[in-house]
């Protein structure tokens, strides 16, 4: 009785884990957006596309480390769920872009910043890696005009080795 009250436990936990994603089971081309929504709730942004399909943004802002956009069809099918925080993405972020251009690729930041020096620039913050000894972020910095001026990544290492607390 104990062993399989056991193995039920773990699978549960085992599977809680995985559950951050949120996209398992979506399957391009057989899932719908109504799918999609009766399994992530609403998107935090949605915008039409040419061809009268859908880009939806499911963002793990401001504490998770991921952005899943999902393309639907004009059929009102799964087209492509795709991680926002990739390498090619960030890539894209170039000078001139404005802040829907950049909301697209990235999705909703962690935070968005002015400061006092500098109030003409608008900071957005996105958390897109964390490990045990660090936390990665990529940030954007938006002029008056809303265009983006410059990107660049930051490292926050956390602390370790012995608390003195």
């Known amino acids: 009785m104990f062993r399989p009250f056991v193995i039920l436990a773990a699978s549960v936990l085992l599977g809680a884990g995985c559950t951050h994603l949120g996209v398992g089971g979506l399957a391009p081309g057989l899932s719908t957006e109504a799918d999609v929504r009766a399994k992530l709730g609403a998107p935090g942004m ?5 061809d009268g399909g859908k880009l939806l943004e499911y963002s793990g802002q401001p504490n998770g480390t991921f952005c899943h956009m999902i393309a639907i069809g004009p059929d009102g099918k799964v087209r492509e769920v795709r991680q926002a925080f990739t390498e090619a993405n960030f890539r894209r972020v170039v000078p001139g872009l404005n802040q829907d251009q950049v909301r ?62």
């Not at 608008?122 to 809303?146: H, M, N, P």
């Open 46 to 50: 949605s915008w039409a596309e040419p």
């Open 104 to 165: 697209r690729l990235l999705g909703g930041p962690e935070d968005i910043s002015r400061f006092h020096l500098k109030p003409d620039e608008e900071v957005w913050t996105w958390r897109i890696d964390e490990t045990t000894e660090k936390i990665e972020y990529f940030i954007a910095y938006f002029g008056r005009d809303g265009r983006l001026l410059r990107s660049e990544r930051m490292v926050e290492y956390k602390a370790s080795g012995p608390s003195f607390l």
